[in-house]
């Protein structure tokens, strides 16, 4: 990878790419410290803390600490994450949108500004909860309506200035834009492991550093794994019959379709772990109960130490991972193009049976899958709920990790991609 990353750099025009980028990125980070007035971050710092486990300290991951500090780009990109899977969904449901989607550049394009006005709306609605949070909570500084004007607006500008720049960084850099912020807002909040590291030292003394080694151990070994199984795909061979058209034959050739291990990536994790994170979210909104109360049991049922929020966590990343593939895969559009192109895949036969073929082939890859990102996602609550760690911020390990190998993955096949494009000589040399 870094051998890449040489060779990129002497290539001008890449070059050019990935300062660009990296500018975008300087950019963004300058935006998350930037505060806004009227609100004390301290306090709100103070409220997030308390609340491990809670979708809040799981926003403050993905934007890069900044949901905590109440910066200009607290809201991060997930509104504009949020968007974009609504849009894929009526894309689904709505017909009309589902024919401008398949209708070239310019369908594209218009679906692109329907998904920057819904991201601009969703900000607004999040910037107004976000704001009332605060409020509260005895967060602001000052409660006045232009102050509470002043707040909303600049964390709405905010979210759609972080759009601007993620579409930018996929106009004229390298990689896709809102990727490369997560990935830059997971590094940036990694004083949080480092944290959580000194912790163990200070609590166990030389049993804390035979478990620091320990997790940094596992932490290389599953950093691996994720590298193998982002990698890792099903390849159906596909033939395509011999056809006659004048005095020249066509087909006869053989290709492949290839099946990702890991089709969703790490939307199932974010999606489970929204609905298990939200008792503990409903509950920051209320005063904290007396311990030994029904509800103080009820929350520690719930909450990320328990083993119910653990088989909870699995089971809804599994029904996820299969939702998504359902709505992002459809075997049946597959096997009408394979039977058009007249492609079929060996001893299997055109029409219903090959798209019945794929679909359970699919379903046997997405259970593997979905198990691997089960796994990912709920080891580092096991380390939490064995070591007895106060550090909620462990729970959601396992997706940021997944998220950081992935973009690294993705943004280093597209480097060798436009590398191997630039050397490319042709046939007419």
Do not use: D, H
């Given at each position: 990878m870094?051998?890449?990353?040489?060779?990129?750099?002497?290539?001008?025009?890449?070059?050019?790419?990935?300062?660009?980028?990296?500018?975008?990125?300087?950019?963004?980070?300058?935006?998350?410290?930037?505060p806004v007035p009227y609100i004390s971050s301290d306090a709100l710092t103070s409220i997030i803390n308390?609340?491990?486990?809670?979708?809040?300290?799981?926003?403050?991951?993905?934007?890069?600490?900044?949901?905590?500090?109440?910066?200009?780009?607290?809201?991060?990109?997930s509104p504009y994450i949020t968007s974009s899977i609504v849009m894929q969904l009526l894309t689904i449901a709505i017909p009309a949108l589902e024919k401008l989607s398949k209708s070239g550049d310019e369908g594209q394009k218009k679906i692109n500004t329907i998904t920057r006005f819904v991201t601009v709306g969703l900000g607004l609605i999040t910037a107004i909860g976000y704001y009332m949070y605060m409020r509260n909570n005895n967060i602001l500084i000052n409660k006045g309506i232009f102050a509470g004007c002043v707040v909303v607006a600049c964390y709405c500008a905010g979210t759609a200035l972080v759009m601007w720049l993620a579409e930018k960084v996929n106009?004229?850099?390298?990689?896709?834009?809102?990727?490369?912020?997560?990935?830059?807002?997971?590094?940036?909040?990694?004083?949080?492991i480092v944290a959580m590291l000194a912790s163990f030292v200070q609590q166990y003394g030389i049993w804390g550093v035979l478990i620091d080694i320990?997790?940094?151990?596992?932490?290389?070994?599953?950093?691996?794994?994720?590298?193998?199984?982002?990698?890792?795909?099903?390849?159906?061979?596909?033939?395509?019959?011999?056809?006659?058209?004048?005095?020249?034959?066509?087909g006869g050739q053989s290709s492949v379709l290839p099946i990702k291990l890991n089709m969703t990536g790490v939307m199932p994790i974010i999606f489970a772990s929204s609905i298990v994170s939200l008792p503990s979210t409903i509950a920051l909104l209320f005063p904290t109960p007396k311990e030994g109360s029904f509800w103080a049991k009820l929350l520690s049922f719930l909450?990320?130490?328990?083993?119910f929020y653990v088989v909870m966590f699995l089971i809804l990343i599994i029904a996820f991972a299969y939702f998504y593939v359902a709505i992002s895969f459809n075997p049946i559009e597959v096997s009408n193009n394979l039977k058009k192109n007249g492609g079929f895949i060996p001893g299997i036969r055109p029409g219903k049976p090959t798209a019945d073929y794929i679909t359970r082939v699919l379903n046997r890859i997405t259970l593997i899958g979905a198990i691997f990102l089960g796994f990912i996602a709920v080891f580092p609550l096991i380390i939490n709920m064995a070591t007895?760690?106060?550090?909620?911020?462990?729970?959601?390990?396992?997706?940021s990790l997944l998220i950081v190998v992935g973009v690294a993955l993705e943004t280093y096949h597209e480097i060798e991609a436009q590398m191997t494009m630039r050397h490319y000589k042709g046939f007419l040399e």
């Open positions: 870094l051998q890449t990353l040489r060779n990129a750099w002497k290539i001008p025009e890449l070059k050019k790419k990935l300062l660009f980028t990296l500018l975008i990125i300087v950019l963004y980070r300058i935006g998350a410290v930037i308390q609340g491990s486990g809670s979708i809040f300290q799981y926003l403050n991951i993905l934007s890069g600490e900044a949901f905590s500090r109440a910066t200009l780009f607290a809201l991060g990109v106009e004229n850099g390298i990689g896709n834009g809102i990727s490369l912020i997560l990935f830059a807002n997971i590094v940036a909040s990694g004083t949080t320990a997790i940094v151990v596992v932490a290389v070994v599953i950093v691996g794994l994720v590298v193998f199984v982002t990698n890792s795909e099903r390849r159906l061979p596909i033939r395509y019959a011999k056809k006659v058209v004048g005095r020249k034959m066509y909450g990320y130490n328990s083993w007895g760690s106060s550090l909620g911020s462990i729970a959601f390990g396992g997706s």
